[in-house]
Structures are given as structure tokens and as C-alpha cells.
């Protein structure tokens, strides 16, 4: 299947570059240090962007005012066409702009089945009191529900493992169901902060593909990563930050041959990756 279900088309789709999120000189001091300074990007709709730095870069800050995590010390944060600074995480994540974590956030205990069910219950639909009626409008709903999270798991290529428990997966098995539960809420851009981390070189080439299913289903992709190798084969565009200022933005030629990315990344993984 080409799409997770359910996810409507951006304008990206229909052929017209849209903006989709915009920062405008974006200022985050922490505990009297600048993390992000004055940074300016923005993000057109059905892109794979991923924001790039050394450690201490200021990705991680960046990726918590764009979710509505921090509220910026200065600037503003537009999604969608309208201004989103200091949005609270789930006003945000209303408007459509869904972040998954670094860390595996799956239902543990429950089956891999249950974990989407759960996320497609939590994205609304079917209230408390109408689980309580259980009337027939409520089980049309819920069989509605089912037939989509078996799309979904089928979008993640986990359908052979919807009866087991969620911990009973592999480390990148869960990675993938923690996008699928941020998918589930039907997610017009989706924040990935770093999501090739602890993975094998299988399950990273498992992932890229899934990020580039997500990309080419009309969902724009903004992720944070470490894994230079993955970031130079996915990115449509590049955003690059030193010292929490913006040093370049391109297309992942043009960034590898940066003067100044490569001198913010001697001796890092930049260099690997152009090996
Ligand atoms: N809660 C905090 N308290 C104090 N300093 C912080 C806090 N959060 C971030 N910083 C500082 O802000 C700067 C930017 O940090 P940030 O985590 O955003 O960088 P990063 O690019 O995500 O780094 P990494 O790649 O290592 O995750 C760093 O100097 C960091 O030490």
C-alpha cells in the first residue's frame, strides 16, 4: 500500500509548493546560554527536511519550540500559514503537526494491534459516553477503527505481528509502531527526532524507506539525525546549525560541499558519510 490511512493530500500533491512551517528569527536563550540564535528557516509542504548539527547545535531546542515545548525567548514560529508561537504540544499536535520521540513510546503490554487501535481511539471520534451506549453508530465506528489500523500496520509492514505484545518486538520493530501511533493521529508534518538511533544498518534501511512512504503519502517529514549516511539519502533539503545559528541550507549535494558545514563537522560523520 502507497498511503497510512485516511491521510488527506497536501497541496503538495496537487503540484503547488506550499510553505508549511516557518521560523522567523528565532531566539531560545537557556539558563543564560543562546541554544537557538535568530534562526529564520521554513519547510514547502510533501518535503523530507532534516535539520543537521554538530552536538550542542541547537536541534533538539529548535525541534521543542517548533512542538510548542519551550516558548521561544524571541521570534516566531508559523505553521500551516498561522502563527503558532507558544502553542501549547497539543494545540499543535491538533493543527496537525505530530511529534515522535526519541525514545520508544509504544503500550508495552499491549499487542502490536491494540497499540495502533488505541492511538487511532485517541486521535477522537468515539466519545467516552458513546463507548458506554455501545449503539450501533458506536460499533460502526470501531469496526471502522479496526479496518484502519490494519492499513496502518500494513503502511509499517508489521501485519504478521499484530497479535503480539509490543514488547515483544525487536528494537526497530517498536521504533516503527511509535510512528505508527504518531501517524494514527493523522498528522499533516511529522517531527522525527532522531529515528535511526540504536537501529542496525537493516532496520535503518527499513526506516528510510518507511520515512520516504510517509513522504510520498503527502505527510512533510522534519527530522533531527545524527546518521549522516541516512540524512543524505532521504533529505530533499537541509537545514544546518552551529552554535544554535543557521550556517546553510540546501539540497544534501550542495551541503556536503559547504565550506562551512564541513568545517562545523571536521573529523564528525559528515566526512564518513561522503567517504
Ligand atoms: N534544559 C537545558 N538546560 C541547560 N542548557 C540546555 C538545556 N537544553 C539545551 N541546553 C543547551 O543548549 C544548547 C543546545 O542544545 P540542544 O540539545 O538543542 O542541541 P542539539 O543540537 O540537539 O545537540 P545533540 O546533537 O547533542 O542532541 C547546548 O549547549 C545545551 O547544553
Known amino acids: ?6 491521510t488527506a493530500m497536501p497541496a503538495a ?3 503547488t509548493a506550499q510553505e508549511v512551517l516557518r521560523l522567523e528569527d ?3 536563550q537557556i539558563a543564560g546560554l543562546t541554544a537557538v540564535d535568530h534562526l529564520s528557516f521554513s519547510v514547502q509542504a510533501g518535503q523530507i527536511v532534516s535539520l543537521i548539527g554538530p552536538n550542542g547545535a541547537g536541534k533538539t531546542t529548535t525541534f521543542n519550540v517548533i512542538s510548542g515545548y519551550m516558548r521561544p525567548t524571541a521570534g516566531r514560529v508559523l505553521l500551516f500559514g498561522e502563527d503558532a508561537t507558544a502553542q ?5 499536535a491538533q493543527r496537525g503537526l505530530v511529534r515522535s520521540f526519541q525514545r520508544t513510546s509504544v503500550f508495552a503490554g499491549c499487542t502490536v494491534f491494540d497499540n495502533i487501535l488505541t492511538g487511532l481511539h485517541l486521535r477522537g471520534g468515539s466519545g467516552v459516553l458513546q463507548a458506554l451506549m455501545r449503539g450501533a453508530g458506536f460499533r460502526r465506528e470501531e469496526e471502522r477503527l479496526r479496518a484502519e489500523a490494519r492499513e496502518m500496520l ?28 504518531a ?3 493523522r498528522p499533516r508534518m511529522l517531527l522525527l527526532d532522531e529515528p535511526a538511533a540504536g537501529l542496525n544498518p537493516s532496520e535503518t534501511e527499513a526506516f528510510k524507506e518507511m520515512v520516504r512512504r510517509i513522504r510520498d503519502s503527502g505527510i512533510t517529514v522534519l527530522l533531527v539525525e545524527h546518521d549522516m549516511h541516512m540524512v543524505m539519502s532521504i533529505s530533499d533539503h537541509i537545514v544546518v546549525l552551529n552554535h544554535g545559528k543557521l550556517i546553510a541550507t540546501g539540497g544534501p549535494q550542495a551541503i556536503q560541499q559547504h565550506p562551512e558545514v564541513i568545517r562545523a563537522y571536521l573529523g564528525s560523520g559528515l566526512q564518513r558519510a561522503q567517504a
Do not use: D, K
Open 88 to 92: 501549547p504540544p497539543e494545540r499543535i
Open 154 to 181: 500494513a503502511f509499517l509492514g508489521l501485519e504478521a505481528r499484530a497479535g503480539e505484545l509490543a514488547s515483544g518486538l525487536s528494537y526497530g520493530e517498536q521504533r516503527l509502531l511509535g510512528v505508527g501511533l
Open 13 to 15: 500533491a496537487a503540484g
Open 26 to 28: 528565532v531566539t531560545m
Open 1 to 6: 500500500m502507497s498511503a497510512p490511512p485516511s
Open 183 to 185: 501517524l494514527a493521529a
